[in-house]
């Protein structure tokens, strides 16, 4: 069940569609398909990205940012035309800031599978109808290669940094396993070297949640006017109490009821209307079908696969690298983050970032990240004015 709005449902997906406002996007289109890791190829291939600054004349100030799983390219930014939501990371980003767009030059795709302007389920195929259930099992290595011809086309030989969390993360160091001379620094924030057996559970009981929805239809509801919302609401609830802590859930909700609801006739208490709130507002804004591919490719994740194993993986890392985990975390907790730390030769110490917020807090705690990325990143003078004369826009 989904709480009463005065935003109405969307018909059936609250993913971004052609004709709807552009925002701050822009896209790139892969000029042939792309070769999957679990065989086959997708056509077709397009992904939405943010930038902020300007690359410099030697190319060398650019800043991959990589998000998570509901998230998408505005990092930073007020919510509006095309944005839902205000920027993820707003206070990362920004002149003056630890990404100082003065100096960096900030680039944020949509991740291959996504729902936010990249192409996905809900995006149309070849015939020209959405590929819904039809659409291709991805691997994060899938959604790199896309990233990597983003790079190529941006004219990008090295990031000066690659950053991520929790999914985000494990893009992140796909891509300093895969692309070490493309790497030239690394942060990794609440995430891991391959999914374990819990974070495969935790996700499957959210994958079963929306496929049990009798608007699921396999994944074909896109066009018909209704969709899974109550089965995507469910799997949100449930992630959301993995992405917190219980400290932190019981000191603010404790066993108060919601407002003027009795709990002992029908009533929720406060705990369940907040969970209710954030499934409210995600089925607006993100589409079923996504949700399901992006968790089978999180639950895919194993940077070992293929390569010897974890540590034989980790030891093609070249990049000098942050790890960090969140002290509360418990869906990703820092053993996992001490793991991918003595694994990466170039890794320091394994930092923790201090919450009450679990998982999300490398979400919430912007200071302690700006700290790390400072850290990493060189103080790069400003990016001088254009030429007079030149026409090439600003990325």
Known sequence: MLTPSPVPLPPASGAWREGDPPGRRQWY????????????????VRLAFETWGRLAPDRSNAVLVLHALTGDSHVAGPAGPGH???GWWDGLVGPGRALDTDRWFVV???????????TGPSSRGPSGRRWGGDFPFLTQRDQVTAEAALADALGVDRWALVVG?????????????SYPERTGALLLLATTAAASAEQIAWAQTQLHAIRSDPHWHDGHY???GRGPHAGLGVARRIAHITYRSEPELQSR????????????????????????????KLVRRFDAASYVVLSEAMNSHDVGRGRGGVRAALGRVTAPTLVAGVDSDR???????AELAAGIPTADAPRVVESPYGHDGFLIEVEQVAA????????APPVPPRTPGRHRSDP
């Open 331 to 337: 869906l990703y907790p820092p053993s996992q983050q």
């Open 222 to 224: 896109h066009d018909t």
């Open 84 to 86: 839902p939501t205000p």
């Open 253 to 280: 909700f404790g066993r108060s009821p919601q407002e003027a609801e009795d709990p002992w006739r029908g009533g929720r208490y406060q705990v369940a209307s907040y969970l209710d709130h954030h499934a409210d």
């Open 372 to 379: 790390l990325v400072r850290e990493l990143l060189p103080a």
């Open 29 to 44: 289109a892969h000029p042939e398909p792309l070769a999957l890791e679990a065989g086959g190829e997708l056509p077709g």
């Open 108 to 118: 944020a795709p949509n991740v291959l599978g996504g729902c936010q302007g990249s």
């Open 165 to 177: 969390g929790s999914m985000g993360g494990m893009r992140a160091v796909e891509w300093a396993v």
